[in-house]
């Protein structure tokens, strides 16, 4: 099996039967080879986080199927979304959204224990990861001590904690200035090619979206390539 994400017909509209409904995605397709990195392009409003939503399980189409690494989750109930939400996504959004009173190490080492892994492996795995993205002399710091590149990093490292098959990204570098924007955005990508994760990372940075294998953009509820 070669995809890991397969989103089929998936359709999307808010405040269904009223006066003020809006429809967002209108039966789109989206395929992720394993692999594969794909950008996300979008005007604002156009559905991105919607999109990222049904493809990470937090929500549900209205109409369509989501695949991930084989298994049609569509009308899976709670727990098994959950479970498949844990063993098999990543998440990385615009803040970093790390647990403020726990170490940067502990923030990598936490989704693990709750996955079932054992303390010493699991610390050797953040130890592993915060040494990919250069923070080994910070694994002790907390969120706060550290700057928000740094935090942002640690964030990836998180994401990447329980090995997943897809990473989920909404602009993963959104809140950072330009340059930091691009180092870290280096760093994300060296993360997910030496790991060869798969990944959907939608960005409205157009250079940034070129690092990328294929840029597809999300336009009147439908995608397109390039
Ligand atoms: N819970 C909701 N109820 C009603 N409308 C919603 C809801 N969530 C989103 N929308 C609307 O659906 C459209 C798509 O929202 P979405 O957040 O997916 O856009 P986006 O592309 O991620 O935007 P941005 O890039 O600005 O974050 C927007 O017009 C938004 O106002």
Do not use: W
Not at 88 to 113: C, D, R, T
Request: a negative charge; glycine letters at 10%.
């Amino acid at each position: 099996m070669s995809d890991v994400l397969i989103c089929e017909g998936i359709a999307k509209s808010y405040n269904r039967g009223k006066p003020n409904e809006i429809t967002v995605l209108k039966g789109l397709d989206l395929t992720i080879p394993k692999g594969q990195v794909t950008a996300l392009v979008a005007p604002s409003g156009a559905g991105k986080s919607t999109l990222l939503h049904i493809a990470g399980l937090l929500d549900t189409p209205d109409a369509g199927r989501v695949v991930i690494d084989g298994e049609d989750l569509t009308g899976a109930r709670d727990g098994k979304r959950t479970a498949a939400r844990r063993e098999k996504l990543g998440f990385v959004y615009q803040f970093h959204h790390l647990l403020p009173e726990f170490s940067a190490a502990e923030n990598i080492i936490l989704p693990q224990l709750a996955n079932g892994a054992g303390r010493a492996d699991a610390e050797a795995r953040a130890a592993d990861l915060l040494g990919r993205v250069g923070l080994s002399a910070r694994m002790d710091h907390r969120p706060s001590a550290l700057s928000g590149g740094e935090q942002q990093r640690v964030a990836f490292c998180r994401a990447l904690a329980n090995a997943p098959s897809l990473l989920l990204a909404d602009e993963p570098t959104g809140n950072l200035d330009p340059a930091t924007s691009d180092t870290v955005f280096d760093v994300l990508m060296g993360l997910v090619r030496e790991t060869g994760l798969s990944a959907l990372i939608a960005t409205h940075n157009m250079e940034l979206a070129a690092k990328m294998d294929r840029v597809l953009r999300l336009e009147n509820g439908a995608l397109t390539e390039g």
